[in-house]
């Protein structure tokens, strides 16, 4: 079993920016070989995914459309920790973001094929 917990979330303005991190804790597979993602969810709305990051070839990543550019994933091996670096912030970004692990060396953007997931950390972009 693996333990996500994510921080970093708050209030920003609109133009800011914002770090989140998830750290990961738990038994079983070393924490470098999983995919690890983020998702988010708008209130009234579907989860959607954001970003993700693998582990094999030194970690490709994937973004989605509406933050590529914007948003930055990454991975800390060492810490067991993903972060997700979040600039040029939009009311549209205004969220609970969550993190997720999947046993595997790929990302995928299906939130069904998460094998872990956090409790989320609240995003509120202001205008």
């Known amino acids: 079993q693996v333990q996500l917990v994510e921080s970093g979330g708050g209030l920003v303005q609109a133009g800011g920016s914002l770090r989140l991190s998830c750290a990961a804790s738990?038994?079983?597979?070393?924490?470098?070989?999983?995919?690890m993602h983020w998702f988010r969810q708008a209130p009234g709305k579907e989860r959607e995914f954001v970003a993700a990051?693998?582990?094999?070839?030194?970690?490709?990543?994937g973004y989605a459309d509406s933050v590529k550019g914007r948003f930055t994933v990454s991975r800390d091996n060492a810490r067991n920790t993903v972060y997700l670096q979040m600039t040029s912030l939009k009311p549209e970004d205004t969220a609970v973001y969550f993190c997720?692990?999947?046993?595997?060396?790929?990302?995928?953007?299906?939130?069904?094929?998460?094998?872990?997931w956090g409790k989320g950390t609240l995003v509120t972009v202001s205008s």
């Open positions: 990051i693998s582990w094999l070839g030194g970690g490709s990543t």
């Open positions: 997720a692990a999947r046993r595997s060396s790929n990302y995928t953007p299906q939130s069904d094929a998460m094998d872990y």
């Open positions: 738990g038994p079983g597979r070393a924490f470098s070989t999983y995919a």
